[in-house]
């Protein structure tokens, strides 16, 4: 796994910190030091030469893991390190690109560490001795004397699926924020947000959705340009990969693109959704190859338990079903391979018009829209003291913002993206490159004031809980990006972007009401792990094994886990969604905690 550590470590320290990360023959690796501190990382190598920056000029040391999209005019890369170390707050406000940074003066002994403005690659430390950072957690714990198991990131876990705010499963470890500098002097640790964007509701309307659609070109073309070379895409009959599609190849071939597009589709989001046939078909408008990738539950059986590894225990492994497929790439693939997660997001189909609006709270509103398991199930499944809302109430407290909906957008922004989103993207960087458009502050800040009738509604009386499944700002930007694209089906709702917002309401109803009704995977309903679970050996017996042991740990409630999984396994109940936490947990409790 590629990845970057540091700290008041020494160089042996640093190669200790770095030795989890399980290595492929093709990686490269730089280390550095500067006295009282010693940098690590390890990159994709000529796979993906522009993924990375080393710095080293005797006075200033500094390590980018990932890429600076934008290097501000007159900026040399050694001034971008010379910069932070003087000023982290306003060189880093003015700098754009999915990264962890590290940089060190040999003469002050400063160290500066920082994320990117949507958290795209996380950053873990803890200071009970000096201080120590990598972007996973387990390369931390080395310098953690007597870890504990953090229970508020258990019930995380079991609740929502993912560790929530600045948790890990480790009490002595915490994560770094998007858009947060940790700067360590003179034997103290200090962090400062760097960027916070105004989350005041623009208004709707054509000069918005103009203006969307020329920030998304911008930040689409300032990736491109990072990229040395074919890239990869993921690519779906969804509306966020397209005008990502589209968008790169437009791209292709210019002075500030990729050499050429490749795409790759997998049957999925759910299988019933004609996925492939969609995706072909976009395809072959851009004139793109597409090439299917195998989904099945032998191959993830394969993978499972190196993906629970490389996520640090904190993602359940239902959530990184689709992920696995990197695994699965063809041998030519290209170096850098994208996926156009957090589009959605970003444009309203998260964060609902109720969760903003009329939800009792800032906290209760993102709790009720990521739950995934009721909190008496969650009480009866743990023998610990825990409350599901802890955490986000944590988190609104923390704010600063003035009214609901913006404390609402705050959390959004400091947590979901870097605690979910792209908390599979780890798994991805295992095998290829990866970029995100979306770590860019003038596209950032246009999204974050997004028009509160541009959010996704629900229908009524459902306190959010039915959303009508189609974003209309998602609909109106492919239409903007490419008129081609939007006469062809959106694979939720089975109609062209072309198609009124009702009709796509509509639509979304009645694919999703007959799948229901026959029995097939859709969204919300079965899903392919609860399936997998059942009909594949080893898989069932990977996870059997974990429920076995979770059972004798006193951590859960063993009568009611069998119970769970008995039902499970009968095709009485789909219980994916409270088995995936617990053996989640279980395996990287095992691995990682119990010696």
Same mark, same amino acid.
């Not at 795209?120 to 198991?149: H, I, N, Q, W």
């Not at 993830?300 to 992920?323: Q, Y």
């Not at 490159?433 to 009524?460: I, K, Q, W």
């Given at each position: 796994?590629?990845?970057?550590?540091?700290?008041?470590?020494?160089?042996?320290?640093?190669?200790?910190?770095?030795?989890?990360?399980?290595?492929?023959?093709?990686?490269?690796?730089?280390?550095?030091?500067?006295?009282?501190?010693?940098?690590?990382?390890?990159?994709?190598?000529?796979?993906?030469?522009?993924?990375?920056?080393? %710095?080293? =000029?005797?006075?200033? #040391? @500094?390590? +980018?893991? &990932?890429?600076?999209?934008?290097?501000? !005019?007159?900026? $040399?890369?050694?001034?971008?390190?010379?910069?932070?170390?003087?000023?982290?707050?306003?060189?880093?406000?003015?700098?754009?690109?999915?990264?962890?940074?590290?940089?060190?003066?040999?003469?002050?002994?400063?160290?500066?560490?920082?994320?990117?403005?949507?958290?795209?690659?996380?950053?873990?430390?803890?200071?009970?001795?000096?201080?120590?950072?990598?972007?996973?957690?387990?390369?931390?714990?080395?310098?953690?004397?007597?870890?504990?198991?953090?229970?508020?990131? %258990?019930? =995380?876990?079991?609740? #929502? @699926?993912? +560790?929530? &705010?600045?948790?890990?499963?480790?009490? !002595?470890?915490? $994560?770094?924020?998007?858009?947060?500098?940790?700067?360590?002097?003179?034997?103290?640790?200090?962090?400062?947000?760097?960027?916070?964007?105004?989350?005041?509701?623009?208004?709707?309307?054509?000069?918005?959705?103009?203006?969307?659609?020329?920030?998304?070109?911008?930040?689409?073309?300032?990736?491109?340009?990072?990229?040395?070379?074919?890239?990869?895409?993921?690519?779906?009959?969804?509306?966020?990969?397209?005008?990502?599609?589209?968008?790169?190849?437009?791209?292709?071939?210019?002075?500030?693109?990729?050499? @050429?597009?490749?795409?790759?589709?997998?049957?999925?989001?759910?299988?019933?959704?004609?996925?492939?046939?969609?995706?072909?078909?976009?395809?072959?408008?851009?004139?793109?190859?597409?090439?299917?990738?195998?989904?099945?539950?032998?191959?993830?059986?394969?993978?499972?338990?190196?993906?629970?590894?490389?996520?640090?225990?904190?993602?359940?492994?239902?959530?990184?079903?689709?992920?696995?497929?990197?695994?699965?790439?063809?041998?030519?693939?290209?170096?850098?391979?994208?996926?156009?997660?957090?589009?959605?997001?970003?444009?309203?189909?998260?964060?609902?018009?109720?969760?903003?609006?009329?939800?009792?709270?800032?906290?209760?509103?993102?709790?009720?829209?990521?739950?995934?398991?009721?909190?008496?199930?969650?009480?009866?499944?743990?023998?610990?003291?825990?409350?599901?809302?802890?955490?986000?109430?944590?988190?609104?407290?923390?704010?600063?913002?003035?009214?609901?909906?913006?404390?609402?957008?705050?959390?959004?922004?400091?947590?979901?993206?870097?605690?979910?989103?792209?908390?599979?993207?780890?798994?991805?960087?295992?095998?290829?490159?990866?970029?995100?458009?979306?770590?860019?502050?003038?596209?950032?800040?246009?999204?974050?004031?997004?028009?509160?009738?541009?959010?996704?509604?629900?229908?009524?009386?459902?306190?959010?809980?039915?959303?009508?499944?189609?974003?209309?700002?998602?609909?109106?930007?492919?239409?903007?990006?490419?008129?081609?694209?939007?006469?062809?089906?959106?694979?939720?709702?089975?109609?062209?972007?072309?198609?009124?917002?009702?009709?796509?309401?509509?639509?979304?109803?009645?694919?999703?009401?007959?799948?229901?009704?026959?029995?097939?995977?859709?969204?919300?309903?079965?899903?392919?792990?609860?399936?997998?679970?059942?009909?594949?050996?080893?898989?069932?017996?990977?996870?059997?094994?974990?429920?076995?042991?979770?059972?004798?740990?006193?951590?859960?409630?063993?009568?009611?886990?069998?119970?769970?999984?008995?039902?499970?396994?009968?095709?009485?109940?789909?219980?994916?969604?409270?088995?995936?936490?617990?053996?989640?947990?279980?395996?990287?409790?095992?691995?990682?905690?119990?010696?």
């Amino acid at each position: 796994m590629t990845g970057i550590v540091g700290g008041t470590v020494g160089s042996e320290g640093a190669a200790t910190m770095a030795a989890p990360l399980k290595r492929e023959s093709w990686y490269g690796e730089e280390r550095a030091e500067t006295g009282a501190h010693a940098l690590e990382l390890v990159h994709h190598g000529e796979r993906d030469p522009a993924g990375h920056t080393v %710095v080293d =000029d005797g006075g200033v #040391v @500094g390590f +980018v893991y &990932g890429v600076v999209s934008n290097h501000p !005019e007159g900026w $040399a890369v050694a001034d971008l390190f010379e910069r932070v170390l003087d000023d982290p707050v306003a060189t880093l406000e003015a700098v754009d690109g999915p990264f962890a940074l590290a940089c060190a003066d040999r003469e002050t002994d400063r160290l500066v560490v920082a994320t990117d403005k949507i958290g795209a690659r996380p950053l873990y430390y803890t200071t009970g001795d000096g201080l120590a950072f990598g972007s996973e957690v387990k390369t931390v714990l080395s310098s953690v004397d007597d870890p504990t198991l953090d229970e508020q990131a %258990v019930c =995380d876990v079991m609740s #929502v @699926g993912h +560790v929530w &705010g600045q948790k890990t499963l480790v009490e !002595e470890v915490r $994560a770094l924020p998007p858009a947060t500098a940790l700067v360590y002097e003179n034997g103290e640790a200090t962090t400062e947000r760097y960027w916070n964007p105004s989350f005041e509701p623009a208004e709707s309307g054509d000069a918005y959705m103009f203006d969307l659609a020329n920030r998304y070109r911008e930040a689409v073309t300032d990736m491109a340009d990072s990229i040395d070379g074919d890239v990869g895409l993921w690519l779906s009959g969804g509306l966020d990969s397209r005008p990502m599609a589209a968008e790169l190849t437009r791209t292709a071939g210019t002075e500030a693109g990729v050499d @050429g597009v490749r795409t790759y589709s997998y049957d999925a989001n759910p299988p019933t959704g004609g996925n492939p046939a969609l995706a072909e078909r976009v395809a072959a408008t851009l004139g793109l190859d597409n090439e299917p990738v195998e989904l099945g539950g032998e191959t993830f059986a394969e993978v499972v338990e190196e993906c629970i590894d490389v996520t640090d225990g904190m993602l359940r492994w239902n959530s990184f079903v689709n992920m696995s497929t990197t695994f699965s790439l063809p041998d030519d693939h290209p170096g850098v391979v994208l996926e156009a997660a957090a589009q959605g997001e970003l444009l309203g189909e998260h964060l609902l018009r109720y969760h903003v609006a009329d939800a009792e709270s800032a906290a209760r509103g993102h709790y009720e829209r990521q739950e995934a398991v009721d909190p008496e199930t969650v009480a009866s499944l743990l023998t610990i003291d825990v409350d599901p809302m802890a955490s986000f109430r944590e988190s609104e407290r923390a704010s600063e913002e003035a009214t609901m909906l913006e404390r609402a957008m705050d959390i959004h922004f400091r947590n979901h993206y870097t605690r979910f989103v792209f908390s599979s993207n780890p798994l991805a960087r295992r095998k290829v490159g990866t970029r995100t458009p979306f770590a860019n502050g003038a596209f950032l800040e246009h999204v974050a004031r997004l028009p509160t009738d541009y959010r996704t509604g629900s229908f009524p009386f459902t306190d959010g809980a039915i959303p009508y499944g189609a974003s209309k700002p998602k609909l109106k930007l492919t239409r903007l990006l490419d008129q081609d694209l939007a006469s062809i089906p959106y694979e939720q709702t089975r109609l062209p972007p072309t198609y009124p917002y009702p009709a796509h309401i509509a639509g979304f109803v009645a694919a999703t009401g007959y799948n229901r009704v026959v029995g097939g995977m859709t969204y919300g309903g079965l899903s392919l792990a609860d399936e997998w679970y059942r009909t594949n050996p080893q898989l069932r017996a990977y996870v059997d094994g974990l429920v076995d042991d979770a059972c004798e740990r006193d951590l859960f409630d063993a009568d009611h886990l069998r119970a769970l999984r008995d039902e499970h396994l009968a095709g009485e109940g789909n219980h994916i969604f409270v088995l995936a936490p617990v053996t989640t947990l279980e395996a990287w409790i095992q691995r990682y905690l119990d010696d």
